[in-house]
């Protein structure tokens, strides 16, 4: 059984770099065969993508977020990474990691997220 | 960007009845790239259904989704107490996936 988990400051200050760590168990990231993926979901709202990245390296990113955003991978660890710079506010969201079979683009597991606040 | 538009916001209905819930899509999706969520309080989303009809394992039966093109829907034919959740649906059709605001599922 595939199993995510999140993990990272759960309090940034406005200005500065939110990093995620998403943690694979059960599974190798290295495998192939899956794109692992960020979501994130604005407090009592619904979902945003933010983007995926391959085992390979190779990645894509929500356009809105293109310009201050840096997913990687770490094979020898089974994790992935999100740094999202230059945060504010509107960055406060639960992030989660999740995988997509094949590269399919819906999500068939997913971590259980953690709460991002940023604030002074 | 596809943009998925849910109705109704919330559906409250009594144990035993039949849920249909509604995702449109602003544009076509050629390849039935959809697929619905529940999601829990406190709780990450659960996939329930991919490929707009396929269903993800463990989803009892009582879940089934149809549609194409732009119309697109969830059916519960027998509502249970552990259904009461929030459900979403979410394209994949395009290079950007894009997520519906939801259906809010109240159970009597």
């Known amino acids: 059984q595939v199993q995510l988990q999140e993990s990272g400051p759960g309090l940034v200050k406005p200005s500065q770099t939110l990093s995620l760590t998403c943690t694979v168990s059960g599974g190798s990231i290295s495998s192939g065969g899956y794109y692992w993926s960020w979501i994130r979901q604005h407090p009592g709202k619904g979902l945003e993508w933010i983007g995926y990245?391959?085992?390979?390296?190779?990645?894509y990113y929500n356009p809105s977020l293109r310009s201050r955003l840096t997913i990687s991978v770490d094979t020898s660890k089974n994790q992935f990474s999100l740094k999202l710079s230059s945060v504010t506010a509107a960055d406060t969201a639960v992030y989660y990691c999740?995988?997509?079979?094949?590269?399919?683009?819906?999500?068939?597991?997913w971590g259980q997220g953690t709460l991002v606040t940023v604030s002074s | 960007e596809i943009v998925l538009t849910q109705s109704p916001g919330t559906l409250s209905l009594s144990p035993g009845e039949r849920a249909t819930l509604s995702c449109r899509a602003s544009?076509?999706?050629?390849?039935?790239?959809l697929a619905w969520y529940q999601q829990k309080p406190g709780q990450a989303p659960r996939l329930v259904i991919y490929?707009?009809?396929s269903r993800a394992t463990g989803i009892p039966d009582r879940f089934s989704g149809s549609g194409s093109g732009t119309d697109f829907t969830l059916t519960i034919s027998r509502l249970e107490p552990e259904d009461s959740a929030v459900y979403y649906c979410?394209?994949?059709?395009?290079?950007?996936?894009?997520f519906g605001g939801g259906t809010k599922a109240e159970i009597k």
């Open positions: 990245i391959y085992y390979s390296g190779s990645s």
């Open positions: 979410q394209q994949y059709g395009s290079s950007l996936p894009t």
């Open positions: 544009q076509s999706l050629s390849s039935s790239d």
């Open positions: 999740a995988r997509d079979p094949l590269g399919a683009g819906y999500f068939d597991y």
């Open positions: 490929g707009a009809s």
